[in-house]
C-alpha cells in the first residue's frame, strides 16, 4: 500500500507542476466589457476552429490536467486517511 501512496504522489506533483505550468503559459482570452460594448462579432472562421489551435490545445490540457489534479487529491485524501 506504502508503494502505491508513493507513486501516486509522485504523480500528484508532477500533474501540480504541469498545471502550473500551464496556467503560467495561457494567454488572456477574455476581451472584457469593451466587446460586449462595440459588439464584437464571434461568428468568424477564428472563432469556428479555436478548439485546433496552439491555445485551444493548451486549454484542453489544462482541463483534464486539473480534473486528474483533482481526482488525485481525493483518491490521496482517501488512501493517507486509511
Not at 42 to 55: D, H, I, L, Q
Amino acid at each position: 500500500m506504502e508503494i502505491i501512496r508513493t507513486i501516486l504522489t509522485v504523480i500528484y506533483f508532477i500533474i501540480a507542476l504541469v498545471v502550473i505550468i500551464l496556467a503560467l503559459i495561457q494567454s488572456k482570452d477574455d476581451s472584457g466589457l469593451s466587446s460586449t460594448i462595440t459588439g464584437s462579432s464571434t461568428n468568424n472562421f477564428y472563432e469556428k476552429n479555436k478548439g485546433r489551435t496552439k491555445e485551444g490545445k493548451q486549454k484542453r490540457l489544462m482541463i483534464m490536467s486539473s480534473i486528474l489534479f483533482g481526482i488525485l487529491t481525493i483518491v490521496l485524501g482517501i488512501l493517507y486517511l486509511a
